[in-house]
Each structure stands twice: as structure tokens, then as C-alpha cells.
């Protein structure tokens, strides 16, 4: 879970469509961001293609591409990692039946996004808020010095 306590040195917030669009546009903004803050090149494609990654179920399977409904992105970073918040305004989902999906097996034409964004970061979180619609996934990626 990430730190709240402490605030961090560069932050980038924005609001996003439920499109195709933007699911590349986080993914692009991600690792500009990583890169800029000063992760390795290989962490800046790991990072951003897990935002991508995310974005994707938020769009598809949170927001079910509804026009009306938004992805809500904000990136942070601190000296020792990297924090993309991802948040739709979906049903939500059990983020505990999904930790157990088996790398090889039937499945349908998704269903492995929270594998790859796992093995891309160093930490994932994710919950459904009651207070607000939507599912939060938190990715955390370390650097390294």
C-alpha cells in the first residue's frame, strides 16, 4: 500500500477518457514521466507497459469503454520509487480471485493483465472503494541506484 505520509518530490495527475486512446496515452506518459525522474531505460518499458496494462482493464473491464465515465491516473515519484494510481469508476471487481490465475490454462481471450502487471513492478495494490465508483490499482516500481 502506498505511503501517504510522506509527500512526494514530483507528481502528474490527469483525467482520461474510457477509450483505446487512452490506454496508449498512459502508457506513453508513464515512462516519459520514469524516465524523467531517472529509472533505468529497461524499468521505464516495464513501468509503462504495466500503466498500459492497467489502463486497458480499466477502460475495458471497469469502465466497459462508457463514454461518461473516466480513468483518473496520478504518478508519483519519491527518491526511491516510482507510484502510478489508476482509478475507474466501474463496478469493481475481487481483486482476490484474480491472484490465484495459473500461468498456463484455459482462459478466455483475457485474463492474465494482473500476471504481466505483476511480474513488471515490484508492487501491486489494488481495491474497490466504496465511498467512490471504481476500482484504485496502485503500481510501485523501486529504483534502483
Known amino acids: 500500500m502506498p505511503d501517504a505520509e510522506s509527500s512526494p518530490d514530483s ?3 490527469l483525467e482520461l477518457d474510457s477509450s483505446v486512446d487512452s490506454i496508449i496515452k498512459a502508457g506513453e506518459i508513464a515512462t516519459r514521466f520514469a524516465r524523467r ?6 524499468d521505464c518499458y516495464r513501468l509503462g507497459l504495466a500503466v498500459h496494462e492497467a489502463v486497458a482493464n480499466a477502460v475495458i473491464h471497469g469502465n466497459r469503454y462508457a463514454p461518461d465515465k473516466r480513468i483518473h491516473l496520478r504518478i508519483s515519484a519519491r527518491p526511491d520509487r516510482v507510484t502510478v494510481t489508476i482509478r475507474d469508476e466501474g463496478e469493481g471487481f475481487d481483486s482476490s480471485s484474480a491472484a490465484d490465475v495459473p500461468i498456463t490454462g484455459s482462459l478466455s481471450r483475457s485474463g492474465r493483465g494482473l500476471l504481466l502487471i505483476r511480474e513488471l513492478v515490484d508492487e501491486l495494490y489494488a481495491r474497490h472503494h466504496d465511498a467512490l465508483p471504481g476500482t484504485e490499482v496502485c503500481l510501485t516500481k523501486h529504483v534502483r541506484h
Do not use: K, P, Q
Open 11 to 13: 507528481i502528474e495527475e
Open 37 to 42: 525522474v531517472g529509472l533505468n531505460e529497461d
